[in-house]
């Protein structure tokens, strides 16, 4: 059974200081996604890496997955009180279906 | 491109009723997902299509839910006999290269 674990499972900052958020597994992945939730919403996709030690950068966020494409990592520069929100990593694991981890709460204060 | 749209937003029923919730995918995508997400917890994969074709069922997915997609397009997942445990976000996503998936709003089913 893939499992994805998200830590911190919650994390409270300051505007203006950074942070970074893992996704870990001991399965390999096809891909990962990383998507934000906020409450009463879906989930919106904010990006998709699959290949070992790609990094994309989406304005302040950079998002890194492993080199074996077991684990990904979130880094926000300069945390905005918009960047709150639930963050969900998502494993591709067949072409056809994705697995989530349980997500980190990620709340700046102003 | 409107994107993958739910309805309702929100239902709220009364133990032991069917309730019926429906998916319009982005217009082109040929795959279509539900999920269902419990407070504090990620999306859980529930079942997804291929076109029409129902290619696979979680076993979350109990002889009391069902989904269709008809004609390919729009899908639909009924409860029935409805329980208190069945109160979550049920989401849908559509896809058309996999594995990106876009998600709709969801619909909040709360089981009194």
Not at chain 1, 26 to 55: A, I, K
Request: hydrophobic share 30%; aromatic share 10%; net charge neutral.
């Amino acid at each position: 059974t893939q499992l994805l674990e998200q830590s911190p499972q919650f994390l409270s900052i300051q505007e203006g200081e950074n942070l970074t958020v893992y996704c870990n597994s001991s399965s390999v992945f096809s891909s990962l996604q990383w998507y934000r939730q906020e409450p009463g919403e879906g989930p919106v996709l904010l990006v998709t890496v699959v290949t070992g030690g790609e990094v994309k950068k989406l304005k302040r966020l950079t998002f890194q997955f492993g080199d074996a494409r077991k684990d990904s990592s979130l880094h926000i520069t300069a945390a905005q009180p918009g960047d709150t929100g639930l963050y969900l990593c998502a494993g591709g694991w067949r072409d056809d279906k994705i697995i989530f981890g349980k997500g980190t709460r990620l709340h700046i204060l102003p | 491109d409107t994107g993958v749209s739910q309805d309702p937003r929100h239902k709220i029923t009364k133990r032991g009723q069917n309730v019926t919730f429906r998916c319009d995918p982005i217009s082109e995508h040929n795959r279509l997902y539900w999920y269902r997400q419990t407070l504090g917890q990620g999306p859980e994969f529930l079942t997804y299509f291929q076109n029409e074709a129902q290619l696979e069922k979680s076993r979350l997915l109990s002889d009391r839910f069902s989904a269709e997609r008809p004609k390919g397009s729009f899908s639909t997942l009924e409860i029935q006999r409805t329980e208190q445990g069945d109160s979550a976000m049920y989401l849908c996503a559509s896809s058309f290269v996999v594995p990106t998936q876009y998600f709709g709003p969801g619909t909040r089913l709360t089981v009194l």
